[in-house]
């Protein structure tokens, strides 16, 4: 869309206290981009939505995830930082995505069946659609890459798909955007089941570690991880616990896999528990004291809110002005 750089997009929802799993999945790689990309960087409560949210809850979270967008290091002068419902283009980008998905791609997708699996009493059309309303968050702004957990890959996937799809019958449309996954913190594995990816809307508080928990919390929930039989700290296919901590404690201290073996050689789960717990925390500490200066201004805020949403309004704009000519709806506006 810019002459000059290539964009980047991505998107966290306002679900819940957010995890070290998305800072280290996600929103830890986002500053990376902001010299040399346009970056869209968006609080994605429409998507919440697709699961019961109390409204209190909501709007404060959307707040706060605005806020550790900008304390993990995202400057709102060099990125547009807003959040979905301020601009309406992506519902209505979105509705209009839904008529060039299939019923049988959105059936395949792993995230409507875990969650429609969590949620049997709720299982809405919009948690079903969700993915073409990502879909819609992505192409509005012709983005190119968009940095996210590997869990996301399959909606990447699908948003080609459509991207593809579309272009090939109304002609170059939009960009088709390629994600971009971190490799060693693609998937952070739940402390309480090894198997399960760690998620910020988990009811078991022991499965998570948060952003903003306090030292002794993040201390305590590592030491309570569960991990392998055996001792030995090693990362492995056959040890699931203790090869996430590994990668957990790799990706807090820049130390590679042979390295953190190395150091724990001959030492036990408890020593390097509390290792990691230590470490995540330092590494938490300067987010955290950054969060805390944030929430305390909600009209500074409120004022990255609204610049932001009136500059993704105006690109989105271009893009949606460009769909409806190529589809066919009648423009007034010229
Ligand atoms: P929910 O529990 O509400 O589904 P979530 O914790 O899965 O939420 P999202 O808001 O859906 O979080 O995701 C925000 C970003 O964080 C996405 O890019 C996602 O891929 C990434 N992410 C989420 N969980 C993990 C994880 N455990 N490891 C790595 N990346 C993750
Ligand atoms: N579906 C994502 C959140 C999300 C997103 C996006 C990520 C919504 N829109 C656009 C990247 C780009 C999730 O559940 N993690």
Request: hydrophobic content about 40%.
């Amino acid at each position: 869309m810019y002459k000059d750089k290539k964009v980047v997009f991505s998107g966290v929802q306002p679900s819940g206290v957010l995890t070290i799993g998305n800072y280290l999945g996600a929103i830890r790689s986002f500053a990376d981009f902001s010299e040399t990309y346009h970056c869209y960087y968006c609080v994605v409560d429409e998507h919440a939505i697709t699961v019961r949210q109390v409204p209190a809850d909501l709007r404060r979270r959307t707040y706060e995830t605005l806020a550790l967008y900008i304390a993990c290091g995202l400057d709102p002068e060099k990125n547009t930082l807003f959040v979905q419902s301020h601009v309406s283009a992506h519902a209505e980008l979105g509705w209009i995505l839904d008529c060039y998905t299939m019923f049988g791609e959105l059936s395949r997708m792993t995230q409507f069946k875990d969650k429609s699996a969590k949620n049997a009493d709720n299982i809405n059309a919009g948690l079903f659609t969700y993915p073409t309303l990502m879909a819609a968050d992505i192409l509005l702004y012709q983005s190119e890459l968009v940095p996210v957990g590997v869990d996301q890959k399959q909606h990447l996937e699908l948003t080609r798909d459509i991207a593809l799809r579309f272009n090939q019958i109304y002609g170059d449309t939009f960009v088709v955007p390629d994600a971009y996954i971190p490799k060693e913190t693609a998937k952070i594995m739940s402390l309480a089941d090894p198997e399960k990816k760690m998620s910020k809307s988990d009811e078991n508080e022991n499965a998570t570690v948060r952003i903003l928990d306090p030292k002794d919390v993040i201390i305590r929930k590592f030491k309570r991880a569960v991990t392998d039989s055996g001792s030995e700290v090693r990362y492995a296919e056959d040890k699931p616990g203790v090869s996430n901590l590994i990668s957990i404690y790799s990706a807090f201290t820049g130390k590679t896999v042979g390295e953190v073996e190395r150091e724990f050689a001959g030492k036990g789960y408890g020593d390097f528990k509390l290792a990691v717990g230590e470490a995540c925390a330092d590494a938490l500490a300067p987010v955290q004291a950054e969060f805390a200066r944030l929430t305390a201004d909600k009209a500074y805020l409120e004022d990255v809110m609204r610049k932001g949403s009136e500059a993704a309004a105006h690109d989105a704009a271009r893009t949606m002005s460009k769909v409806r000519r190529k589809f066919g709806f009648t423009d007034l506006r010229r």
